[in-house]
């Protein structure tokens, strides 16, 4: 059981920046993993950029270099920096915890939180 609340969505113009943030209703430490997932009308949910618990990360070919997540596990937070925004960036975004026991994945949700960029 994890809940997942997302902020810091917008309206930006094209080459601004927003941030968003994820609070969670427990320590993060114990979560394997935390992402991000974006999805636009008319296309399927996507992974944007993925945390594990060691530190590591990786990103969705469109973001890299764009884009940086980061977690605060005092903050029980996990982050999205989302620089140099382009149009097609626009969708809702929304966090992702992944817990993993033994092999079996258990994924939660966040309500999402829309980004807009205008050109």
């Known amino acids: 059981q994890v809940q997942l609340v997302e902020s810091g969505g917008g309206l930006v113009q094209a080459g601004g920046s927003l941030r968003l943030s994820c609070a969670t209703s427990?320590?993060?430490?114990?979560?394997?993993?935390m992402g991000w997932y974006r999805q636009a009308p008319g296309k399927e949910r996507v992974l944007v950029a993925i945390?594990?618990?060691?530190?590591?990360?990786n990103y969705a070919d469109s973001v890299k270099g764009r884009f940086t997540i980061s977690r605060d596990n005092a903050k029980n937070t996990v982050y999205l920096r989302m620089n140099s925004l382009t149009p097609e960036d626009t969708a809702v975004y929304y966090c992702?915890?992944?817990?993993?026991?033994?092999?079996?994945?258990?994924?939660?949700w966040g309500q999402g939180t829309q980004v807009i960029v205008s050109s």
């Open positions: 992702n915890a992944r817990r993993v026991v033994t092999i079996e994945k258990y994924d939660y």
């Open positions: 427990r320590s993060i430490f114990s979560i394997a993993t």
């Open positions: 945390i594990t618990s060691a530190g590591t990360t």
